[in-house]
């Protein structure tokens, strides 16, 4: 039987809890999601955006429909950005942060439990973790930025247009690598400092110096990398709150500043000479 969809701002999608009693009740609920997903052209859909408030659901993979009943994520990696829609929100779009690869277990119709990886499925990843989203009382808009999400949930209620995917920048930028990949050979600049506490051979101390003058201008391009990535998503996007110059330039100078710190200290604590 086809079901009538739950549509934003109807409260019943957060409303959840885990399937007990395996008996027909939910291998019928299950044939009504797959049709319901048939005749809205869905390519997953919850129990709770049909109104019954279970943890199951089903999404399809390759053509095949799968059906979850009380899933859980034991491992996630591999993030990427998808472009997501739903129908709890009619015409929205939003990029959402979310796991390519992921270690699953759930239970099938009958109560059997189940595993999964999936991998190399960035929709099918993107819708699973979509539903999971409402398995755990939320939506996809709790995942991405504060600001944006109200300037969705405002446009919905009629107080403004809904932002456009492009309009808004994402949660995770590809500019964080080059922070994060900073931020590492910083940390092992700062450990190196620490070689006079310790009886090092000659050969070590000059390998650990060696590294130091190779990390300070690595971080220093690094920097450069971000900065220049950063003024890029500028013009990107139209509303980027991470975006903003004076919080790029924040990020280089107090890195830029630290590599310094470093390698003068690594100079009169480490150099060998």
Wanted: hydrophobic share 40%; aromatic share 12%.
């Amino acid at each position: 039987m086809i079901k009538e969809l739950v549509i934003y701002p109807d409260d019943r999608i957060l409303a959840c809890g885990d399937v007990r009693g395996f008996d027909e009740s939910v291998g019928r609920l299950f044939d009504d999601i797959k049709e319901t997903m048939d005749h809205h052209g869905l390519d997953a859909l919850s129990a709770m955006q049909v109104a019954h408030p279970f943890n199951m659901f089903i999404v399809k993979k390759d053509g095949e429909y799968i059906e979850f009943a009380n899933p859980r994520i034991l491992q996630k990696s591999k993030p990427f950005e998808a472009e997501e829609r739903s129908s709890y929100y009619p015409d929205v779009t939003a990029i959402v942060p979310r796991h390519e690869k992921l270690k699953i277990v759930y239970e099938d119709r009958n109560g059997n439990t189940c595993y999964m990886d999936a991998d190399n499925d960035r929709h099918f990843a993107a819708m699973f973790e979509q539903m999971m989203d409402f398995s755990l009382g939320g939506t996809m808009l709790d995942r991405i930025d504060k600001k944006q999400k109200q300037r969705i949930l405002d446009a919905l209620e009629g107080k403004g247009l809904v932002p456009q995917v492009g309009d808004v920048c994402p949660t995770f930028s590809r500019k964080d690598y080059f922070v994060s990949f900073a931020d590492k050979i910083l940390f092992f600049m700062g450990l190196s400092l620490l070689t006079p506490l310790f009886k090092f051979e000659k050969t070590t101390v000059e390998n650990i110096y060696m590294f130091d003058k190779i990390a300070f201008p690595s971080v220093l391009l690094l920097m450069a990398g971000f900065f220049v990535y950063a003024f890029y998503e500028s013009k990107k996007y139209k509303q980027c709150s991470s975006c903003q110059v004076g919080n790029n330039i924040g990020v280089v100078i107090k890195r830029s500043v630290a590599a310094i710190a470093f390698a003068v200290g690594a100079y009169f604590l480490v150099n060998p000479s």
